[in-house]
């Protein structure tokens, strides 16, 4: 049984920091892509960043290029979302996800955890 449980949600000011972290459990972490979506109020949901394979090869939103870092820690079964000078429009739920290759259907999705940007 595969398992996605995210954490590092939370109220963050405009300009400050938070790193979210995806535990997988049951996966090999070089065997999937790993993708972070974004579900904000009224809007569709957006996949922020994803990594996949042993080369880590990643990918971002343009929305989030140059603020956001995914990672990935194979020995703590970990995928990581790095979230820098934040701004309001990054307000959602964040989920994480994983399959085959980022720009296909995911099979796994976590529960979310909600990022609230505001002063």
């Known amino acids: 049984q595969s398992l996605l449980v995210e954490s590092g949600g939370g109220l963050v000011q405009p300009g400050g920091s938070l790193r979210l972290s995806c535990l997988a459990s049951g996966l090999t972490l070089d065997y999937y892509a790993f993708g972070w979506f974004r579900q904000a109020p009224g809007k569709d949901r957006e996949l922020v960043s994803c990594?996949?394979?042993?080369?880590?090869?990643?990918q971002y939103a343009d929305s989030v290029k140059g603020r956001f870092t995914i990672s990935k820690d194979n020995a703590k079964h970990t995928v990581y979302l790095q979230m820098n000078s934040l701004k309001p429009e990054d307000t959602g739920i964040y989920s994480c996800?994983?399959?085959?290759?980022?720009?296909?259907?995911?099979?796994?999705w976590g529960q979310g955890t909600q990022v609230t940007v505001s002063s």
């Open positions: 990594i996949r394979g042993r080369a880590s090869n990643t």
């Open positions: 996800t994983a399959g085959v290759y980022c720009d296909r259907e995911f099979d796994y």
